[in-house]
């Protein structure tokens, strides 16, 4: 819904311009013709800035939903590097990926540390610890070792906070692979104590998951294979194994089996993403497409898609197709499987809710391994992609809606649940579906809540993909422009209701507003302003004159009213 919120410039500059101030203002003696004009100039230059700025923006953005940048996982890597060329345990099947771990370690001696954010977390400690047992297994980069080590013993402390977001495992992975690093010689700078306390957490841990016995769990336990090793009986891992040769698309899962056990279409797997991403490689693999849907998904909630329709085209088709043949990519995981559903079906696209119908009851989903993982995005996407129904009477989609919704409700009276913003958008998606929410009230909203969502984790045990800054900053942008077009009009209208003597009338004021934000509400701000103050007139005209038979009025205001409604709404 287009509020009209912002003030007007008390001093009459125009938006977005600093007016140019002098000590000499008050005794300025130029003519006013000639302040006007540099005024104007002075707008000119502005406009013509934002303009450009604006058009700077639309193509960044438009490159990266064409050409999506997925960035290097130096976890997955370090766990890539380490498979062993075949016939042999002493050279690195992908040097280059080894070469790689050593060009890139921080000033600090850590390895994952992204542009987004610079704080020393769980994903840090997971990765740098990745990095070393890496080097340490081919014997290069003695310094670089030595920096790790450190690193990770100046932040163990946030190895072993509970209250930290951690990636999926991390208690198992980060406890297995430190006992791995000591067993090969590594010394840590951490008392033993320390080692004890992140070991107890890891045997605490396998207990938890040993009382489960569904297929989530056994999906679980394949996805960190890391972290458990000889524990595992590889021909049931090896049976999570997709068409492309992975498990789970996942570089560094895939590359621990490997390690373990042989397997042709294994090894073509992370062949083939060395090959296309060189000595790097991302912490899933395909997500492409993934990745496209997730940017789709952010420009409409922030209401600047219509910049990019022949792009959003091209991905929706795209995924379409993906759809029509049940693509691994899009199927495979819950979240992505509903969000495909939704912008597909939002965008008039013909998919049917069959292919939900897998998590069609509650005990499908807690037997996945998003289940398995209480996933809240996974059910926040089910649950929105519920309500996105065609007929009164779609049983499946009316199932996901009942049951999600309840987990969803349960997990917002759950004293355990963090109050964050994951917490807020939770809120607001039970109490306001997208049919209960005006468009342009839900894209401010959006604006103004995006660090609850414009950083989307994919299911990974230490990665992640950010919607960029420059979204929010050209939606920002956009909206702003939208709130002065709006004032405008507005000023514009209350001028035509002054001028053609509406305003006497104590009734027409009252709907003047309510009009024209139902009009603003439904037709996009662009050039259409003529469209959207012709059909507030209208609504204006049209309930003022109910209103007058209702209340009665003279003579001579109806004959005025007569006469602008035969000019304004000649179909009435």
């Known amino acids: 819904m287009p509020l009209v919120t912002a003030a007007a410039p008390a001093s009459g500059s125009p938006r977005g311009v600093i007016p140019l101030r002098s000590s000499r203002a008050s005794c300025d003696s130029r003519p006013c013709a000639a302040r006007a004009y540099a005024g104007k100039r002075l707008v000119a230059e502005n406009t013509r800035v934002q303009n450009v700025h604006r058009m700077e923006l639309e193509t960044r953005i438009r490159n990266q939903l064409l050409r999506p940048e997925l960035p290097p996982s130096s976890y997955d890597t370090a766990w890539v590097s380490m498979v062993p060329l075949r016939g042999t345990h002493q050279s690195p099947c992908f040097p280059q990926c080894v070469e790689w771990i050593l060009q890139n370690q921080q000033d600090d001696g850590s390895w994952g540390v992204n542009q987004f954010d610079s704080s020393v977390n769980k994903d840090v400690l997971l990765s740098t610890l990745a990095c070393v047992l890496a080097l340490k297994r081919w014997n290069v980069g003695r310094e670089n070792i030595w920096r790790g080590l450190h690193f990770i013993g100046r932040n163990f402390s946030v190895a072993m906070d509970e209250q930290t977001t951690a990636p999926i495992g991390f208690n198992i992975t980060f406890a297995t692979m430190l006992s791995l690093a000591i ?11 320390d080692v004890h306390g992140i070991l107890e957490l890891r045997e605490m841990e396998l207990k938890r998951q040993a009382v489960y016995g569904s297929y989530g769990r056994k999906a679980y336990m394949a996805y960190i294979t890391e972290g458990l090793g000889n524990r595992l009986d590889w021909d049931e891992v090896m049976k999570f194994q997709r068409k492309n040769g992975s498990l789970f698309s996942c570089p560094s899962t895939t590359a621990v089996a490997l390690i373990h056990k042989y397997n042709d279409q294994a090894h073509q797997y992370l062949n083939s993403l060395v090959s296309e991403f060189g000595s790097a490689v991302p912490a899933v693999y395909p997500s492409k497409l993934h990745c496209q849907l997730l940017m789709v998904d952010a420009l409409e909630r922030m209401g600047i898609s219509q910049h990019f329709v022949n792009e959003i085209k091209s991905i929706l ?71 996105v129904s065609l007929s009164g009477n779609d049983l499946i989609l009316d ?40 468009e342009r009230l839900e894209h401010k909203r959006n604006i103004e809540h995006f660090d609850a969502w414009g950083s989307l984790m994919l299911t990974t045990k230490g990665s992640s993909f950010h919607v960029n800054q420059e979204f929010l900053a050209l939606a920002v942008n956009d909206f702003s422009l939208s709130q002065s077009v709006y004032q405008d009009e507005l000023q514009h209208l209350d001028s035509w209701v002054k001028e053609n003597k509406l305003d006497q009338l104590q009734f027409a004021r009252q709907k003047l507003t309510y009009c024209y934000l139902s009009a603003a509400a439904t037709i996009f701000p662009s050039e259409l302003s003529d469209a ?41």
């Open 183 to 193: 067993d090969m010689g590594l010394e840590f700078p951490i008392r033993q104590t």
């Open 399 to 438: 199932s996901i809606g009942s049951w999600s919704g309840n987990l969803l409700k349960d997990k917002l009276c759950s004293s355990r649940v963090q109050k964050n913003l994951i917490f807020g958008e939770i809120d607001y998606a039970v109490k306001f579906p997208f049919y209960a929410t005006l």
């Open 532 to 572: 959207r103050i012709s059909w507030a007139k209208n609504g204006v005209l049209t309930t003022v004159v109910d209103d007058f038979f209702d209340v009665g009025g003279s003579k001579a205001e109806l004959e005025n009213l007569i006469e602008l409604v035969e000019k304004y709404c000649p179909q009435t």
């Open 317 to 387: 088709d795209m995924a379409f197709s993906h759809w029509l043949q049940k693509d691994e990519e899009i199927m495979m995981d819950i979240a992505t499987c509903a969000m495909t559903f939704r912008l597909l079906r939002m965008n008039g696209y013909d998919v049917s809710s069959d292919e939900l119908s897998h998590v069609a009851e509650a005990s499908n989903f807690c037997d996945s391994l998003q289940g398995y993982l209480n996933d809240t995005k996974s059910l926040l996407e089910l649950y929105k992609a519920s309500k």
